[in-house]
């Protein structure tokens, strides 16, 4: 694994979306796997400005966000689709019809949207880059702790940590869904390159346990350590 520390969240950022770049421009039909969270926002900024200022062309990327709360509309404000039309693909050129994001609206029947995610991942080739925030307890996407190391696309329960941390997007507790549809991960271990984002103090112990410490299950995280190909980025307060 290739440890980069950062001074701060800005130069993690740029740093990230440099690296997703030249991918692109090495690659233009480029499998992305994509995050939510406060962490990424950083690096779509950066892509947005890329794609405005520096003609990025998005326009044969194809994306698979990494999971999606179940029982919001896609409209919703607190849901993944939401955050990432208003992040991202309203400001850049990917075709509506390569953007993928799990459905978890209610009334859709998510054991069959999840089978069909992952189906739809391998059709596509598989992901090529992945970029993956991490969990005050170590999740990654939302394998919360206990999660299979070669767990698939699935419907999770989200641990009470992860309702807590999500408590600030959500008008009001009771809001805050108790279940996920999440890529696995199995499914994030077969991307080709993985780039791990972690910023601020409240990320130092999760990062430690999952960089340094054992492989196991208790530290999803810590998979990433199996993987060749993971580049993390950390600014220093992460770091620490
Ligand atoms: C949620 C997301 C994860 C994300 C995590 C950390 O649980 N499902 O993908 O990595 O939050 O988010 P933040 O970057 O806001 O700390």
Redesign the pocket.
């Known amino acids: 694994m290739q440890v980069l520390v950062t001074p701060d969240y800005l130069t993690l950022s740029r740093q990230a979306a440099d690296i997703v770049a030249e991918a692109v421009r090495l690659q233009p039909p480029l499998i992305l796997g994509l995050?939510?969270?406060?962490?990424?926002?950083g690096i779509y900024r950066e892509l947005v400005r890329k794609h405005s200022e520096e003609n990025l062309d998005l326009s044969r990327v194809q994306t698979f966000n990494?999971?999606e709360y179940i029982g919001l509309a896609s409209g919703h404000p607190s849901s993944?689709h939401t955050y990432m039309r208003l992040h991202l693909f309203e400001h850049v050129n990917v075709p509506v019809e390569r953007i993928h994001i799990p459905d978890g609206a209610p009334g859709t029947d998510t054991e069959l949207e999840s089978t069909c995610y992952e189906q739809a991942i391998h059709q596509a080739g598989g992901i090529d880059l992945l970029i993956?925030?991490?969990?005050?307890n170590g999740?990654?996407?939302?394998n919360e702790p206990g999660s299979s190391f070669t767990s698939r696309t699935r419907v999770v329960d989200?641990a009470i940590e992860?309702r807590e941390?999500?408590r600030r997007y959500f008008a009001s507790e009771k809001e805050i869904p108790h279940q996920?549809i999440?890529v696995g991960i199995g499914t994030i271990l077969e991307a080709r390159r993985i780039l791990l984002?972690?910023?601020?103090s409240?990320?130092a112990k999760a990062v430690a346990r999952a960089l340094g410490g054992p492989v196991s299950e208790d530290v999803p995280a810590s998979a990433l350590q199996h993987h060749p190909q993971v580049t993390a980025i950390l600014d220093e307060a992460a770091a620490r």
Do not use: E, R
Not at 139 to 142: L, W
Not at 197 to 200: I, R, V
């Open positions: 995050p939510t969270g406060n962490t990424p926002l990494l999971d993944y993956v925030g991490i969990g005050s999740h990654i996407a939302f989200l992860t941390n999500a996920a999440t984002l972690a910023s601020g409240a990320k």
